[in-house]
């Protein structure tokens, strides 16, 4: 089976709003639905799991109710960090005795266009080397510093830089492994295939459209509109 895990708990801080920016609008919908519509309209995904904080439960639930988003399994309460609300999805899933050789699509719900194609490449990769990820080569120069002063350590090479999105897919029995470990040697990290490099096991970078970009200041959501019209105009379709 593939389970999608839609992340939906964050908050509104960099985009200057009080609510939970999946509940912000693009075109005429909740950027959440068009994250959802997405993985619930791919066929290779078999159910959908969402995390969200327990305040926008029912709000979510009325969306997924209004616009008969399919493949739902359950919305669970996010716990405080990402990691920790993916991992309580994976006990989740073991407790149901989901098969080890299934995959977790682990997606950032505020990545809406990321398209079916892009989602068959990422799994064709995770189906051979076990984990994979959706992103970017770097087109900035990153410089790393060393204090909270920010004088520069060193500047490492532009060519081998990459920028993680999602999904990032991972097969069941190696995100358990990966998790557990993290838990119980209290590594954290803000992406799940970081854990997975901390077991030591491979993840293989897929690139990506650029217009599969997390939604995080409100300027986004003014390219997010403009991507929408021009995917709806070109295909009809914003996924395809």
């Given at each position: 089976?593939?389970?999608?895990?839609?992340?939906?708990?964050?908050?509104?801080?960099?985009?200057?709003?009080?609510?939970?920016?999946?509940?912000?609008?693009?075109?005429?919908?909740?950027?959440?639905?068009?994250?959802?519509k997405t993985f619930s309209e791919y066929d290779k995904v078999d159910g959908i799991i969402i995390t969200v904080g327990k305040e926008n439960i029912s709000q979510l639930e009325?969306?997924?109710?209004?616009?008969?988003?399919?493949?739902?399994?359950?919305?669970?309460?996010?716990?405080?960090?990402?990691?920790?609300?993916?991992?309580?999805?994976?006990?989740?899933?073991?407790?149901?005795?989901?098969?080890?050789?299934?995959?977790?699509?682990?997606?950032?719900?505020?990545?809406?266009?990321?398209?079916?194609?892009?989602?068959?490449?990422?799994?064709?990769?995770?189906?051979?080397?076990?984990?994979?990820?959706?992103?970017?080569?770097?087109?900035?120069?990153?410089?790393?510093?060393?204090?909270?002063?920010?004088?520069?350590?060193?500047?490492?090479?532009?060519?081998?830089?990459?920028?993680?999105?999602?999904?990032?897919?991972?097969?069941?029995?190696?995100?358990?492994?990966?998790?557990?470990?993290?838990?119980?040697?209290?590594?954290?990290?803000?992406?799940?295939?970081?854990?997975?490099?901390?077991?030591?096991?491979?993840?293989?970078?897929?690139?990506?459209?650029?217009?599969?970009?997390?939604?995080?200041?409100?300027?986004?959501?003014?390219?997010?509109?403009?991507?929408?019209?021009?995917?709806?105009?070109?295909?009809?379709?914003?996924?395809?």
């Amino acid at each position: 089976m593939n389970i999608a895990v839609i992340c939906a708990g964050g908050n509104g801080e960099r985009m200057k709003t009080k609510e939970n920016k999946i509940f912000l609008s693009i075109g005429d919908k909740p950027l959440i639905y068009y994250t959802m519509k997405t993985f619930s309209e791919y066929d290779k995904v078999d159910g959908i799991i969402i995390t969200v904080g327990k305040e926008n439960i029912s709000q979510l639930e009325a969306l997924i109710e209004q616009y008969e988003i399919g493949k739902v399994m359950a919305v669970e309460d996010a716990y405080r960090t990402r990691q920790e609300s993916t991992y309580h999805v994976i006990e989740k899933l073991k407790r149901m005795n989901l098969s080890s050789d299934s995959y977790l699509l682990i997606h950032n719900a505020v990545n809406p266009f990321v398209r079916h194609a892009e989602l068959d490449e990422c799994l064709l990769a995770a189906r051979k080397y076990g984990a994979s990820l959706l992103g970017f080569e770097a087109t900035d120069t990153v410089k790393i510093v060393k204090d909270h002063d920010h004088f520069i350590d060193h500047t490492p090479n532009r060519a081998s830089l990459w920028i993680a999105q999602t999904p990032q897919i991972i097969r069941f029995d190696i995100a358990v492994k990966a998790f557990e470990d993290a838990s119980d040697k209290r590594i954290t990290a803000t992406d799940d295939t970081t854990l997975v490099e901390a077991i030591h096991e491979k993840v293989k970078f897929v690139p990506c459209s650029r217009e599969n970009f997390k939604i995080t200041y409100p300027q986004d959501l003014d390219l997010a509109g403009r991507i929408l019209t021009k995917r709806v105009k070109e295909t009809n379709c914003w996924y395809a």
